[in-house]
């Protein structure tokens, strides 16, 4: 390679002289940065120096897009490190290393890695096919403590530009359990997920009381994550759906009603609509849910106490609001004996058990006391397929 000398330190202008030749050639700017003219005219820095004795040259850019000004920059940058015995390329491949492994996409991998064992293969599965189709094309190789809270509002935007509300919702959720596991093993300070609380865009829905059956997935899962109902109101609501009694009847339930070795809730009849007292068998999952309640109610009379006065029980709207107002679900407490009734009877179970579970009582006082009887071990089984049924829609989820 020829190497041409030029008095003085390289100007925009000269740089845009040089023509190439048969041969590449060097132009110095002095300090050991250089400028490489390709035989196509094409034109790159390099800067050579020297570590422990030993010359050595490192790659600073193609120009015009690094500027004479920042190649001068980066050379500065290069010979900092070199007073301090760091070699310049064995700190930028350790520099491309670490950005690599930091970025979005590697840190969200490492997070599915935790949590996929918790989950069914199915749903784990659609939870990285969602990252991988909806977040990693947008801000999958950007290094995660650059991402901004706008960054993630372009992906939710993205999703609900093609009207996928539902999608763009799960996709936010899981972006900010990633940023909150990136907090826990120490990538990132702060969660900018945080700041899009009601970003997502409403839908216009029907009206109703019950539930859609379609939803019943989401919604169980969205209980179980949601960070903003209060422990107690989410152990209300999950206990709602496993045994579906009236909301009055749930609000009101106390310790001294609830029998773990018989594995079942007596309701007694003074709280009851048709003023007969009503057993409600309850499945494992129910009774898990009332032991991880009972950790921190277990002390109170009332499974479910008032959040300002723990004396009294949970106040008349907060099941309905919360469905509505924390979780965006158009639906109420009592809507979910509709959905329990349909999908039951949906299932093959007989229609007066499942009346019988719903306390519709018997008008004739002897065919009621008979019904209670007979319908008690058909009414156990029930309940324990719906507890199973309930636990695979959320994991399937």
Sequence with gaps: MSRQRLPGKLTNTKIKSFKAQEKQYKISDGGGLYLIVGTNGSRYWRLKYFIDRKEKSLSIGIYPDVTLADAREKVLAAKKLVTQRIDPSVHRRREQQRRAENDFKSIAIEWWNKKSGLWTVDH???????????????????????ITSQDCLSVVRHIEARDALDVAGRVKQRMGSIFRYAIYTGYVNNNPVDALKDVIKARKVKHQKALDLDLLPKFLND????????????QAIKFLVHTFVRSGELRAAKWSEIDFIKQEWRIPAERMKMKEMHIVP??????????????KTGKREYLFPGQHNPRLYMSENTVTYSIRKRLHYDATAHGFRTVASTILNENGFRYDIIERQLAHVERNSVRAAYNRAMYLKDRCEMMAWWGNHLEQLRKSY
């Design 223 to 234: 209980v179980d994550v949601s960070e903003r109902l209060t422990f107690v109101t989410k």
């Design 124 to 146: 784990a599965a659609s939870v990285k096919r969602t990252l991988e189709k909806e977040a990693f094309p947008i801000i999958g190789d950007m290094q995660i403590d650059q």
């Design 282 to 295: 309850l499945s494992s999952q129910a009774l898990d849910i009332l032991k991880e309640l009972h950790s």
